[in-house]
């Protein structure tokens, strides 16, 4: 989702843009969204004893989720495969005890699927648009998960300056997910990366040839060379891919000519597809 991202949220808390709220014929019910036994094994690995939350997370995505417009409703019998298990096996790149800030979290993908598989890690949901700032702070809520995960709404670069009534936030892992083209993405989330720290982004099979058209920007941003990881190797079929950078500088601000033009690797529109 894009970063057209305003003040934090306390959450005392993919998502694919749908058309808009489901109409009463289009709601699922939450057997649509029951574990496939395919699949149960996977689970089992990324989740470990945190199956059951994440399962309840499932059903909240499959039918407030819906309802709300946040995925389309033709998603909620693939959660499982194309966004649960993708998000998941992305925690294999993030250390232990990690800061993790999740830029366009959208409907909780993959930030909130990383608090469930990871409870060592501390989450900050990072979502301008208040109805879907106000799903997660709902989901953090019913999932318990308030102490280890809170809600900003606002922008990523809103995020990094912080406000009279907020401090700048920072991260050892930032994360996104079908956000934008990896030029884009890198400006608006190396500022929330600690330095030596990482952006670690889903994407999809064009990672490499997002890595080699933007490469050079990423550079002038203050990265280092982007590399392409497949997580959940053995688990998942197919695995996950990330593109990851490591924040090696702080540079001044860049302009927006530099990081803004459209290309190969975002959407024009909302969440669609396995990348988000």
């Not at 232990?96 to 469930?116: K, N, Q």
């Not at 670069?157 to 050892?172: I, Q, W």
Request: with cysteine; hydrophobic share 40%; charged share 25%.
């Amino acid at each position: 989702m894009d970063p057209d991202h305003p003040a934090e949220e306390p959450a005392t808390g993919v998502a694919t843009e749908a058309e808009g709220p489901a109409g009463p014929d289009d709601r699922p019910s939450p057997a649509e969204v029951t574990l496939p036994p395919e699949l149960a094994e996977a689970a089992r690995t990324l989740f470990g004893d945190r199956l059951d939350l994440a399962a309840a997370y499932a059903e909240l995505l499959a039918t407030d989720g819906v309802v709300r417009g946040l995925i389309g409703p033709r998603e909620a019998p693939r959660i499982w495969e194309r966004h649960l298990l993708n998000c998941a096996a992305m925690a294999e790149r993030i250390p232990e005890g990690a800061t993790v800030l999740d830029v366009g979290s959208g409907a909780g993908l993959p930030g909130l699927v990383l608090a469930i598989a990871r409870p060592d890690l501390t989450v900050t949901l990072i979502e301008p648009l208040a109805r879907r700032t106000s799903f997660l702070i709902e989901a953090v809520q019913h999932l318990g998960l308030t102490r280890m995960v809170r809600v900003f709404r606002g922008r990523a670069d809103e995020a990094a300056t912080g406000s009279r009534d907020v401090a700048p936030l920072s991260g050892d892992i930032v994360t996104a997910r079908a956000v934008a083209p990896l030029d884009r993405l890198a400006a608006w989330c190396l500022p929330l990366v600690v330095p030596g720290g990482r952006l670690v982004a889903l994407k999809g099979a064009s990672a490499a040839e997002e890595v080699a058209e933007h490469a050079e920007t990423v550079a002038r941003l203050g990265g280092g060379q982007p590399e392409v990881h497949r997580c959940g190797v053995g688990v998942i079929e197919p695995p996950a891919t990330v593109i990851e950078v490591v924040r090696e500088r702080v540079v001044g601000p860049v302009r927006k000519k530099a990081a803004a033009k459209r290309s190969r690797g975002g959407r024009r529109g909302g969440r669609g597809g396995r990348d988000r």
